[in-house]
């Protein structure tokens, strides 16, 4: 299924230049991906192309994560290349289109099929979505997983998680597995008791060092950028997401708990490296992902699981192959199964 | 002078802990009466439950051995003498974590101290969440029971809501199987 993905010049997640799957590599991807990961498994899963437009539509995360930060729109359009005009790009060439962000009208009878994801749940253009994709696109990707999961026709809204496989993140990292757990940042910021927007801080530092302390082992937090709001610094720091991805790749255990926010995106992105998850019940990922006796509905229970998990390595290996086993479906099967449906869909009628 | 003073019990330097008597069967028989009085009595009014200061008296009564911390006693527990403490009530106006910290060498202990203190939510001014008090007192061996607001105590399950009174103890203190209501 040959696969474009489309976004707009300021927005800052995925690749900072329009590049060809030809013209790149997994890892090659990343020398202009600052920030956070989300869509390279998507990206190297589909083999897509990317594509940065001009902006069209300024949503509320545009506003969020551009208009709100002085000087930010000037440090995008100073680094990000290669942008495309939407009329330039070959449409002819995809079956499928992606859009971050329904940023295109897609005029009817076109045989490709056309697919968006909201870049944030809390925008309302992910509610008003979720009733009918919007501006004639076929399908409304909810990765909130609050939409039927069932694929019944076009259009559709359909939940649709951000894709992962271990048979394409693990090759590429792949670093000596160690004794260390990976705390989201989140689950930090809830153990200082301070609000999510509310910047890092020596309290938050103190409050890694007695984590440790209660766990029992070196606890990891990407806490350099986290302090930056959606991962992105003053200037890009490139390669950025490829060393996350791989600090994150060496911790044998993940945990997040506590207030999180959005459907559990970085708790998936562990999973799919082989980290053994600590999670939260309330989130629709660790739901699909977490081996029961670790999906906790608080903080409470924290210590004595993660001991528990440490304590066996036979517990160790039936929660990898839980995952693993959930990974696969939910997060690869299952949705790559759904766009080959819909798109044999649109070309039949 | 304290009748039945067992020989090895060291007795408070300062005079500022409260009553201070050696444990024994009779003390034992009425420490367990004390917490009885409190879950039977006190704390069956809603009212009640809110004044921790009831509960000490009534425990302090019964002549157990009351260490009581409050907000402004910083690390003085550690200056303290402590061999003798049945019970260790902390109000310290969100530093519970801090304070309990600081008494680890009497917590650790095998006879060790029921704690008694609220889980209200000032300890963001501290910046650590409640659970941290929690999770510290459960490595030295506590378990937990909840003051509910019709003043039962019940064995805690998991996250107790905020502003709740919170009673931890040991499963071989003498108190415990009060505490769960089962009988010694």
């Not at chain 2, 680890?104 to 609220?118: F, K, Q, T």
């Amino acid at each position: 299924m040959k696969t474009a993905i489309i976004k707009q010049l300021l927005d800052v997640f995925g690749p900072w230049s329009s590049i060809k799957w030809s013209d790149t590599t997994p890892l090659g991807l990343f020398d202009i991906w600052p920030g956070k990961a989300l869509y390279w498994e998507l990206t190297c899963m589909l083999q897509a192309d990317w594509y940065i437009v001009p902006v069209s539509l300024e949503g509320a995360y545009l506003r969020d994560a551009i208009k709100k930060q002085p000087g930010r729109a000037q440090m995008v359009q100073k680094f990000t290349k290669n942008v495309t005009e939407v009329a330039a790009i070959p449409f002819e060439n995809y079956d499928l289109v992606i859009t971050i962000d329904n940023i295109l009208d897609v005029p009817p009878g076109l045989p490709n099929l056309f697919a968006f994801y909201a870049q944030e749940h809390w925008d309302p253009i992910y509610a008003h979505s979720l009733r009918r994709p919007l501006n004639g696109y076929d399908l409304f990707l909810a990765h909130m997983l609050d939409a039927p999961g069932e694929f019944r026709g076009l259009p559709q809204s359909v939940s649709f998680p951000y894709l992962h496989d271990p048979a394409v993140i693990r090759p590429v990292f792949s670093p000596p597995r160690q004794d260390i757990t990976w705390m989201d940042w989140r689950t930090v910021v809830t153990l200082t008791n301070q609000p999510l927007d509310s910047s890092w801080s020596p309290q938050t530092d103190a409050t890694l060092l007695r984590a440790q302390e209660t766990l029992g082992l070196p606890v990891r937090c990407g806490s350099a950028s986290k302090s930056k709001s959606y991962f992105i610094a003053d200037e890009p720091s490139w390669g950025d997401a490829a060393d996350y991805t791989r600090a994150l790749a060496e911790c044998r255990y993940y945990i997040a708990l506590g207030r999180l926010a959005g459907a559990g995106q970085g708790l998936a992105e562990a999973a799919a490296l082989g980290c053994l998850c600590i999670g939260q019940s309330d989130r629709a990922y660790h739901r699909l992902l977490c081996h029961p006796k670790f999906l906790l509905d608080d903080l409470f229970d924290l210590p004595a699981r993660l001991q528990l998990l440490r304590q066996s390595s036979d517990l160790q290996q039936e929660v990898l192959a839980h995952q693993d086993r959930n990974l696969i479906l939910h997060f690869r099967d299952r949705p790559l199964a759904l766009l080959h449906q819909a798109l044999q869909m649109k070309r039949t009628t | 002078m304290i009748p039945l003073a067992r020989p090895t019990a060291a007795k408070p330097e300062s005079a500022s802990l409260g009553p201070v008597q050696p444990l024994s069967w009779r003390l034992r028989h009425a420490a367990k009466t004390a917490l009885l009085r409190v879950r039977n009595s006190v704390l069956r009014r809603p009212s009640a439950v809110k004044d921790r200061r009831l509960i000490l008296d009534f425990i302090a009564a019964s002549h157990m051995t009351v260490l009581e911390i409050g907000a402004g006693d910083g690390n003085s527990i550690q200056q303290r003498s402590t061999s003798c403490v049945d019970l260790l009530k902390v109000d310290a106006a969100g530093r519970e974590l801090f304070v309990i910290r600081d008494a680890a060498s009497l917590l650790e202990r095998h006879d060790a101290p029921v704690v008694l203190y609220g889980n209200a939510d000032l300890t963001s001014n501290f910046g650590y969440h409640p659970v941290e008090t929690m999770w510290l007192l459960q490595r030295y061996g506590y378990r937990f029971f909840m003051v509910g607001a019709s003043g039962r105590i019940t064995p805690l399950p998991g996250s107790p809501p905020r502003d709740t009174m919170l009673i931890a103890a040991k499963p071989s203190h003498p108190l415990y199987p009060s505490l769960e209501g089962r009988p010694r």
